[in-house]
């Protein structure tokens, strides 16, 4: 096979470890001579490769090393709370946001350094997003890359003893009525919401920020597969419309977080961005949402 070069008005190309040049100016860039298995979706953005995984797999470099290569880790989201009875679901946390890409909106994650990676195969794990339950809601899975993991968001409370508080995770998930909202993580996202005692129930956190009064708090938007995209947002609460003592609507946050729902299925957080599950009030019957699945990115450039 043949290596194509960039170049100014003339072929260059790399045959058998020979270079044959027309007559002309000749300009290589760093990570031309590296050679990247197909992993994921691949998608060029100019002078830029980019590896979309929606789903677990590896990314193999066959020879030489890559620098400077740059990555969006986020974790599966956490499912919504769903209360059987009257009460109020919580609404799952956001999966946990890792990047060295920096973010285009808010903050709550820091800005981690790029990677020098030499040849051989890095696994990527794609986390799959919390089911949900009237008695046992789970949290979202981790994703990981090149031993960077985005832990997957916390569930959202329940009435069932010892699932009130919402799940801690890489966004905490919000509580049932009069409990403390989950925990998020250092640098990948933000706490759940509080429940209110005879009130309602708590946001989920978000990668942006904290879950509020009812409502899931925002992920974070990042361009790095070339298209400004929001992830990581938190699930709303369970609510009721037409019910004026309740603040907060239960709509999710920006970044695939799930709306509240009430007496039907709630609304799922949106696959591969992290998004938690919304909460569901008055649910006999019924379940929240799921979290929606993680997602992992890694761009680099190869001109």
Not at 248 to 267: C, E, V
């Amino acid at each position: 096979n043949e290596n194509a070069y960039q170049h100014y008005g003339l072929v260059v190309t790399k045959t058998r470890g020979h270079h044959n040049v027309s007559i002309g100016e000749m300009k290589i860039l760093e990570n031309t001579d590296i050679t990247v298995s197909l992993g994921g979706t691949i998608i060029t953005d100019g002078d830029y490769k980019v590896h979309v995984f929606t789903s677990s797999g590896t990314f193999q470099i066959i020879n030489g090393e890559l620098s400077d290569v740059d990555y969006l880790i986020v974790g599966g989201g956490g499912a919504g709370g769903c209360d059987p009875g009257a009460g109020w679901g919580g609404g799952g946390g956001g999966g946990g946001y890792i990047t060295s890409y920096g973010s285009i909106s808010g903050g709550g994650s820091a800005v981690e350094s790029k990677l020098q990676l030499s040849a051989g195969t890095y696994n990527v794990v794609v986390g799959a997003g919390g089911i949900t339950s009237n008695t046992a809601p789970t949290n979202g899975e981790d994703s990981s890359f090149a031993g960077i993991t985005s832990l997957g968001g916390g569930y959202g409370g329940i009435v069932t003893s010892g699932y009130q508080t919402g799940g801690t995770g890489g966004s905490g998930g919000g509580s049932y009525r009069g409990y403390a909202g989950g925990s998020g993580t250092s640098n990948q996202g933000f706490d759940g919401a509080a429940g209110v005692d005879g009130g309602r129930s708590g946001g989920g956190g978000g990668a942006g920020s904290p879950g509020s009064e009812g409502d899931g708090g925002d992920g974070l938007a990042n361009a790095i597969t070339g298209t400004i995209t929001y992830y990581a947002g938190g699930g709303g609460q369970g609510y009721r419309v037409d019910d004026a003592s309740v603040l907060g609507s239960g709509i999710g946050g920006l970044g695939g977080g799930g709306d509240g729902a009430y007496a039907t299925n709630g609304n799922d957080g949106v696959a591969n961005t992290g998004g938690g599950g919304g909460g569901l009030r008055n649910g006999d019957g019924y379940v929240a949402g799921n979290g929606g699945s993680g997602i992992v990115v890694i761009r680099y450039k190869f001109q």
